[in-house]
């Protein structure tokens, strides 16, 4: 952890001596610190923080630092989003009050450059250039005065040199920064980060062997701290698997991908809520190492990696983390002294409260590692005509791959689930032009969606379709014989299924059935439980009112007024009625497991880096995803999200983020949503049809939607013109959880 006590040393943030015991503690005890930690660090930032503010005002340099380590500490618990306000705040008094070479800039330069993204944003890197020259100057200011923040300066630089591809650049920054740490400090954190980042770039410029000494010695730094346990060891152990692929050591790379898979696990036990997903790409170490013993012939290794998901998020993790959330996020207003500074018993009991769900987590945790779905009790509920499908995507070995290796793995009803190799880290001409129009298509699509007007069919979409479906679907035709259902399995979000096109034209949703699954033990314990019949009592809920970020929705009310006359018996709330309490009451008194179908038609906003943060607009306020999991008990067959982007699928290889896990947590089987901005009236059409062919004509809900999206694709006005042909207006909305 970057926070120590060098803050304390250089005299800038002398009030900050708890907050570095509390950090310290818990590094001398060979961990990271957890929750609880950095709860107890952030309420006792926020305490201190509100008494400076109503003590000596808000432009107080003294309120300023405390500020300032509020926003450090906001940060290391994920929460970037209030950090980011903070350091604005932070912005605002320091051009005020401070003179041009106070070295408070330095640490405020320092937070801008950590909180700010640049790859590739001209905007973006141009204020992160102001801010590194602007520290620059202070810096100068103060020769020799404070080494590490020097260092801390050039290393941000350096990554942000490193995102936008300057990476000789980067290289230069990485080792000015070592070079300054090596000389002014004992071993710590930061000089583990700066020895990985800097070998992780020689890497990418083919300097092998100073990458690989790079890693190990940064191994060595761990070491020295006894920090068994630190995320950077996730980075560091798949990266030294690289190597030993390359030389060809087979034995040796599967060890280290077991070592990164481990520290990713331990690390994100540990670590607070809202970098404990977005932090590790532990799906992808899984993903290389489910290859590997696929490769080498231990099939049920590899199947074991595979069977509960490559990239899901266990919903005991996601109910821990939401009610751990709000526990972790201590109130931080632009103006503290609204609530007061927070008594030292509160704090001490939220930290208890903390400490106890993290007791909770562990058990998760080993619930999760337990073996009780071989292959094939899975198979068994696979019937000969349906196969699972996940796209998999591992980097490449050599340095400077462009392009990742990809895999298709099929699963049936019998036999090892099949790898098909796709394309290399040095891609075909072919390959080539499948990436491109793979990328094209999803920015077509994003386009489309937001645009006003009628949008035509896009022929050259059509053959950007093909392209991508001639990589992605064709060589799959023998192991997808006899199937008419596909379920398709994390991590496949970079490929959007429904816009594969065979040669002939085909799309992929005409000739299959399309599902998604968080995992193949998921789908297996949905069909070992499915006994209900479809369709019995709905709660339809219409939000159709605008507001000034809200536009209005005048196809909401009509949809769920049409939806109502398909159901036996219906609950419907809408306009003024649509409210937080009414759904809250009827979550209070258990009465929500009694719909067998919840419909909203509605606003919605996922936050893609904190999940549980996502919302469903009500007539007055948001309904958040966290509220949901822990607060309602559902037994419905479906719950329909028809709201703009309720799901986003990754552009890498992680599960979908939205609001799946929370109501399938919450006891849903599967939902309706959508992955971008949907037309009011299409989506009115769409789902009144879907309905029909569910709860009338019998169809299961896979098969609904696909005959839905067809029917709605060749559908006529007046004219005869079939104005929704685009996908934009079909293809959007995709069946997630259990096809029924």
Not at 143 to 163: G, I
Request: net charge negative.
């Amino acid at each position: 952890m970057e926070f120590d006590n060098r803050r304390i040393r250089n005299g800038l943030a002398p009030l900050a001596g708890i907050l570095a015991l509390i950090l310290a503690d818990a590094s001398s005890a060979g961990r990271i610190p957890d929750d609880a930690d950095l709860l107890s660090a952030v309420a006792v930032s926020v305490d201190e923080l509100a008494s400076s503010w109503r003590a000596r005002g808000p432009r107080d340099p003294g309120t300023l630092r405390a500020m300032l380590r509020t926003v450090e500490l906001n940060r290391l618990a994920g929460r970037r989003d209030q950090a980011a306000v903070l350091v604005e705040r932070c912005r605002q008094v320091a051009d005020a009050e401070l003179d041009p070479t106070d070295p408070l800039r330095i640490e405020l330069c320092f937070q801008e450059l950590r909180l700010s993204k640049s790859h590739g944003a001209e905007e973006k890197f141009a204020r992160a250039q102001a801010s590194y020259d602007e520290a620059q100057q202070v810096l100068a200011a103060h020769p020799n005065a404070f080494p590490e923040l020097q260092a801390d300066v050039w290393q941000a630089w350096a990554n942000h040199l490193r995102s936008v591809g300057q990476l000789d650049e980067a290289l230069a920054f990485y080792q000015k920064a070592l070079r300054l740490r090596l000389e002014s400090s004992l071993p710590n954190v930061a000089l583990a980060n700066n020895l990985t980042w800097l070998a992780w770039v020689q890497f990418l410029l083919e300097n092998l062997e100073e990458s690989e000494a790079g890693f190990l010695e940064a191994t060595t730094v761990l070491d020295q701290l006894g920090l068994t346990t630190h995320p950077l060891r996730c980075t560091i152990e798949a990266n030294l698997a690289r190597f030993r692929e390359l030389e060809h050591d087979s034995a040796a790379a599967g060890e280290h991908l077991e070592n990164a898979i481990e520290h990713c696990n331990k690390a994100r036990r540990g670590l607070p809520v809202g970098t404990s997903r977005s932090g590790f790409a532990v799906h992808e170490h899984r993903a290389r190492l489910a290859l590997w013993q696929h490769k080498n012939g231990h099939s049920l290794q590899s199947w074991n990696l595979l069977k509960h998901g490559l990239g899901a998020t266990s919903t005991g993790h996601l109910e821990l983390s939401a009610r751990s959330a709000d526990l972790l996020s201590v109130p931080v207003s632009l103006d503290p002294t609204q609530s007061g500074p927070l008594r030292r018993e509160e704090i001490d009991g939220l930290v208890r409260e903390v400490q106890r769900l993290m007791q909770q987590r562990q058990v998760v945790d080993e619930d999760t590692a337990s073996d009780e779905w071989p292959l094939s009790r899975v198979q068994r509920y696979l019937d000969p005509s349906t196969a699972m499908l996940s796209w998999v995507e591992t980097p490449g070995s050599s340095p400077g791959s462009e392009f990742p290796n990809v895999h298709a793995v099929v699963l049936r009803d019998n036999g090892d689930p099949r790898w098909i190799a796709l394309s290399g880290d040095v891609p075909t001409p072919q390959a080539e032009t499948a990436w491109a129009a793979l990328q094209r298509i999803r920015r077509r699509m994003q386009v489309a969606s937001t645009w006003p007007y009628g949008v035509a069919v896009d022929d050259e979409l059509e053959l950007d379709a093909r392209a991508v479906g001639s990589m992605f679907w064709q060589p799959l035709e023998d192991a997808l014989e006899g199937v008419d259902r596909v379920v398709l399995l994390p991590p496949s979000g970079r490929v959007l299924a429904e816009l594969l096109q065979s040669s002939d034209g085909t799309w992929f949703g005409e000739r299959y059935r399309i599902s998604y699954s968080p995992s193949p033990v998921a789908h297996a314990q949905w069909r070992e439980t499915a006994t209900r019949a479809n369709g019995g009592r709905a709660l339809l809920v219409s939000q159709a009112n605008g507001s000034d970020s809200l536009a209005e929705l005048p196809g909401a009310a009509e949809e769920v007024r049409a939806l109502a006359s398909l159901f036996p018996s219906v609950r419907r709330f809408g306009g003024s009625t649509a409210t937080l309490e009414a759904l809250q009451a009827l979550a209070s008194n258990d009465s929500l497991g009694g719909f067998d179908v919840l419909h909203f038609a509605t606003h919605a906003q996922v936050e893609s880096r904190i999940p549980e943060r996502s919302w469903l607009a009500l007539s007055n306020g948001k309904l958040r995803a966290d509220t949901i999991l822990s607060t309602w008990s559902l037994d419905a067959s479906l719950v329909t999200l028809s709201a703009c982007h309720t799901v986003r699928s990754p552009s890498t290889g992680s599960d979908y983020t939205g609001f799946a896990q929370f109501f399938l947590g919450a006891g849903a089987r599967s939902l309706l949503m959508s992955r971008w901005r949907v037309a009011d009236r299409p989506t009115r059409v769409l789902m009144e049809r879907f309905y029909l062919n569910w709860l009338e004509r019998g169809l299961d809900r896979a098969a609904a939607l696909q005959e839905a999206q067809a029917w709605l694709r060749r559908w006529q006005d007046e004219e005869g013109r079939t104005i929704w042909a685009h996908p934009a207006y079909w293809a959007g909305f995709l069946l997630y959880g259990d096809p029924g």
